[in-house]
């Protein structure tokens, strides 16, 4: 349940950033890589090899893009609760 939730959060997460108000190249390619290496994870927690620095890298996230685009904040704050959840 937690692997489907984390999925439905990123494809969400997707949907802002293309409805979002444009973010500068940096800001997106950082986002869009976060969210590779975070659906990565997610086949690795199928495989049992969690890599506990993937929050670190949505709190990050999360600190960067507070006051400009709180509301992709608040979707990387749910992605990186539901992370915690799986136990990673």
Known sequence: MPA???QQ???DLRNQLAEAPPLNDE???ALIELMSEIEVQLAREIASEPDASLVDGVNL???RFEASHP???GSLR???QTLANMGI
Do not use: F
């Open 71 to 73: 509301t992709l904040a």
């Open 9 to 11: 959060q990123l494809q």
């Open 78 to 80: 749910s992605i990186m």
């Open 4 to 6: 489907r939730q984390l």
């Open 27 to 29: 800001d997106k390619a």
């Open 61 to 63: 996230a999360v600190e």
